[in-house]
């Protein structure tokens, strides 16, 4: 606020403050008597220079990514949502702010932060793979696959852009295509046990079964405690005969103790498991001696639901 703002605000507040015993020439009068000395009186404001408002914008984005990496979204919001105000012109910002919108589940107000990023520096690579993956959660998989494609044009070498992209073409029917992105996706990140999951849900339902199975040992060395591996493991050695069902309900109540949800058709679906897949892990989580594991993870199964698109 500059001063001769600061300067008017006070004087409009003496103004109010003397009307109800004042007639309007009074006022008149008394507004013409105020001496300098008087406004000299009012408190000095400073405004920062442009290059403090870049260096705060920045701190606080340093901050909000900082935020992001601990899982706070939310507040990660609310600080990038300062950065782009102090910042109005800078990509980045803005694509910080539609990352955290994002993660918490504000959709349509990502949107309008990714638009206006896009506005500011439309050859970013980033921008594009944000607007894909918000397309994918939005439900729709065609724009996705467009967007993602014209951001991999930029930068062929972001394996989570690959990795929704064959998301994208996994729910458009197209799993061929889909697992060749899954490889890609793996073999620029070999950590990304995502993918390599991924990969083998596609190949159990073309038939693959023991390939599927190797890469969702190959995903528990990655990452030991994850559910959704261990229990498409354990059905997947269910589904090979008798000569497994001890490995195989070991797996499903470890896998179930760790995220009960999995329990649920509907859940496994959500996160693209194929028909026979889902139908042989039924009839795995029907055998008497999970029965006791099976109904803890219905009395623990607590499914999102629809993303609050605006908090």
């Known amino acids: 606020m500059g001063l001769c703002a600061r300067r008017s605000r006070v004087t409009a507040a003496l103004l109010k403050a ?16 105020i001496p300098a000395a008087a406004l000299a009186l009012v408190p000095y404001v400073y405004v920062p220079r442009p290059q403090e408002l870049e260096g705060a914008g920045l701190g606080i984005a340093q901050a909000a990514g900082r935020l992001l990496l601990l899982g706070q979204a939310a507040d990660a919001a609310r600080l990038a949502a300062l950065t ?18 994002l993660r918490s589940n504000q959709l349509k107000s990502a949107g309008v932060s990714l638009a206006r ?19 994918l959660r939005n439900g729709n998989p065609q724009q996705a696959v467009g967007l993602l494609q014209e951001g991999l044009r930029l930068d062929n070498r972001n394996a989570g852009a690959f990795f929704d992209l064959g998301n994208a ?9 889909a697992l060749a992105d899954f490889e890609r996706a793996a073999g620029l990140r070999p950590s990304f046990w995502e993918a390599i999951n991924n990969q083998a849900l596609v190949l159990y339902e ?42 195989s309900v070991q797996l499903a109540g470890r896998a179930l103790d760790g995220e009960p949800n999995y329990v649920l058709e509907s859940y496994q679906k959500e996160q693209l498991w194929g028909p026979q897949l889902r139908a042989v892990t039924q009839k795995l989580l029907n055998l008497p001696e999970l029965r006791t594991v099976v109904e ?15 908090l």
């Open 169 to 177: 073409h996994l729910l458009l029917g197209n799993p061929r295509a």
């Open 18 to 33: 003397v009307k109800p015993v004042l007639g309007g020439s009074a006022i008149a009068a008394l507004t013409l008597s």
């Open 296 to 310: 803890r993870a219905h009395a623990n199964a607590a499914p999102e639901g629809n993303p609050e698109e605006d």
């Open 117 to 135: 990023a896009k506005q500011l520096d439309p050859r970013n690579a980033g921008i594009w793979f944000a607007e894909g993956s918000l397309a």
């Open 206 to 247: 073309q038939g693959d079964r023991q390939p599927a199975i190797n890469r969702w040992r190959a995903v528990l060395k990655l990452k030991p405690d994850a559910a959704e591996p261990t229990l498409a493991l354990a059905a997947g050695l269910f589904g090979l005969g008798p000569q497994h069902r001890q490995e």
């Open 84 to 101: 782009v105000q102090l910042l109005p012109d800078d990509p980045r910002g803005w694509l910080l702010l539609a990352e955290a919108q």
